[in-house]
C-alpha cells in the first residue's frame, strides 16, 4: 500500500485564534476529507501557514517561495486547504482566498492534487 503524504495550509489571520484541532483531528480520524484515502497509510508532512493576505503577503515573499518549494522538495502527494481558507462573501458564497488560490494553483502545475477541505 502506497504512503500518501499530506500537508494542510490554513490562514493567517484564522492562525490567530485556531490552534488547528479540528484539521488535526480530521485527518487522524480520516473524518470527511481525509475519508477518500480509505485504509492507505497518511502522513502529515506539514501543517503550515499562508504568510498573509495584501502587504503582510507582499512583505515576505522570500518566507512563502520557501514554504512553497519545501512542500515540492517534500514531494507530498495533496495539500489539503483548511476550511477557514475561503470566506463567505455579502451572499453568503464562499469564494477561496486569492493568495491561497495562487500557492495552490503553484503546487497542482507541480503535480499536487488540491483538495478543498479538511473536515
Same mark, same amino acid.
Given at each position: 500500500?502506497?504512503?500518501?503524504?499530506?500537508?494542510?495550509?490554513?490562514?493567517?489571520?484564522?492562525?490567530?485564534?485556531?490552534?488547528?484541532?479540528?484539521?488535526?483531528?480530521?485527518?487522524?480520524?480520516?473524518?470527511?476529507?481525509?475519508?477518500?484515502?480509505?485504509?492507505?497509510?497518511?502522513?502529515?508532512?506539514?501543517?503550515?501557514?499562508?504568510?498573509? @493576505?495584501?502587504?503582510?503577503?507582499? /512583505?515576505?515573499? =522570500?518566507?512563502?517561495?520557501?514554504?512553497?518549494?519545501?512542500?515540492? %522538495?517534500? *514531494?507530498?502527494?495533496?495539500?489539503?486547504?483548511?476550511? @477557514?481558507?475561503?470566506?463567505?462573501? /455579502?451572499?453568503? =458564497?464562499?469564494?477561496?482566498?486569492?493568495?491561497?488560490?495562487?500557492? %495552490?494553483? *503553484?503546487?497542482?502545475?507541480?503535480?499536487?492534487?488540491?483538495?478543498?477541505?479538511?473536515?
Amino acid at each position: 500500500m502506497h504512503l500518501k503524504k499530506i500537508a494542510i495550509i490554513r490562514c493567517l489571520k484564522t492562525s490567530a485564534s485556531c490552534a488547528g484541532a479540528g484539521c488535526l483531528r480530521a485527518f487522524y480520524d480520516k473524518d470527511k476529507a481525509f475519508a477518500q484515502y480509505g485504509e492507505e497509510e497518511l502522513r502529515l508532512m506539514a501543517m503550515w501557514t499562508c504568510n498573509g @493576505c495584501g502587504d503582510s503577503m507582499l /512583505e515576505n515573499q =522570500e518566507g512563502i517561495r520557501k514554504k512553497i518549494e519545501r512542500m515540492k %522538495a517534500l *514531494e507530498i502527494d495533496a495539500l489539503h486547504l483548511s476550511h @477557514c481558507t475561503s470566506k463567505k462573501d /455579502e451572499q453568503g =458564497e464562499k469564494h477561496l482566498c486569492p493568495t491561497i488560490k495562487a500557492i %495552490a494553483d *503553484e503546487l497542482a502545475a507541480s503535480g499536487i492534487k488540491i483538495v478543498q477541505g479538511t473536515h
